[in-house]
Each structure stands twice: as C-alpha cells, then as structure tokens.
C-alpha cells in the first residue's frame, strides 16, 4: 500500500468520513486473534531456539511468525471476505499487511533451514559458569543468557545487512499499517 493511500484512510477514520461496520471490524478481529495466538507461539519456532525473556523474540522468530500469519490469512480468513467486503478500507489493510507479511517468507525459509542444519553449538560449560558469576546469576540463567547471545550472532552470520534492512523495513511498514487497522477494529481514533 502507498503511504498516501494509507494516509487517506487513516485521515477518513479520524473525520469520520470512514466509520468501519461491524463486518469491518469482524474482519479486523479476525485478524488481530490470529496474529496475537501466533506471536504467543513466537519462541516455538524454530524449535530449540532460545527466548529471551528480557529481550523477547529474536528477528528469526518474528520473522517466522509474520510468515506463518500471512499463510493462515491467506488461506482461512481472507477468502471469508473478500467478495463481502471488496473496497472495504478494512480489506485493503488487511490484504496489505498479509502481502507485506508474505513477503518475509523467503526470509523465513532460509532461517528455518539454516537453524534445522548450522545452529549455535551448546555453550562450554565452563562458560556457562564464568557468566553465572559475572552475572550474579543462576547456571540456567547464565546459559539462556549465553544461547540467546549465540542465536543473536547466529543471526548475523544469515542475515547480510541490506536482507536485516529489508526485513526490519517490513516489520516497520506491517506495525504502521498494523496501526490503523487496529485503530479501526477498536474505534481508537477521534471522529
């Protein structure tokens, strides 16, 4: 979606000139119940990859997640309204934000194979306990502390720089749009 497009559409919710229907704002929590139940199962994917609970998600779990969520809307949830609700404002963020989404797929993909084939190797022991000191920390904690940090370099090595702008990029454009769809679904916006 073109800035300006969704400038219009934020600027027709704010005056009122757009008051989403209840279909709409069906279609709105359709979406927002199935990208919160796949962010819950954010630090499942991959399996084995660690998550940090000070630091959250890392980018191959946010981008795998963002993957899995323009699949599921593209095949259950996007067919249930597009005949019902073409020009919709609703549908077009909505489509928007799966296309954007959809785009990370490659991403996802090459991250999932080279986690499943190259992972960090498990930290030294020793390490571990060298860390739980400095730390002032248990042993569990100082080895989560060490695995986040080696899947954080991990990334990096599998990731070049202009593919994490890229990425960061459409995380970026599907919170903004991500926004004002939920700025529509919960009638947030000052008429």
Known sequence: ???????????????????????????GAAFFTR??????????YPAG??????????LTQLVTARARLAQELTEDVLPLWQAQLAGSPMLRLVKDLTAAAGSLEPYANRLLTAWATSRPA??????IEQEARRLETSLE??????????????EKDHLSDADRAEVMDTLNDIGTVGSVAYAAFSERLDH
């Not at 498990?122 to 390490?127: E, G, K, Q, S």
């Open 35 to 44: 990208r919160d139940r796949v962010d819950s199962e954010a630090g499942q």
């Open 49 to 58: 990859m660690p998550l940090d609970k000070h630091h959250g998600a890392l």
């Open 1 to 27: 979606m073109e800035q300006r497009e969704l400038m219009e559409i934020e600027h027709a919710l704010r005056v009122g000139a757009w008051v989403p229907t209840g279909e709409e704002r069906q279609l």
């Open 141 to 154: 904690e100082a080895e989560e502390y060490l695995r986040y940090w080696g899947a954080v370099f991990w």
């Open 122 to 127: 498990d930290p030294d022991p020793d390490l």
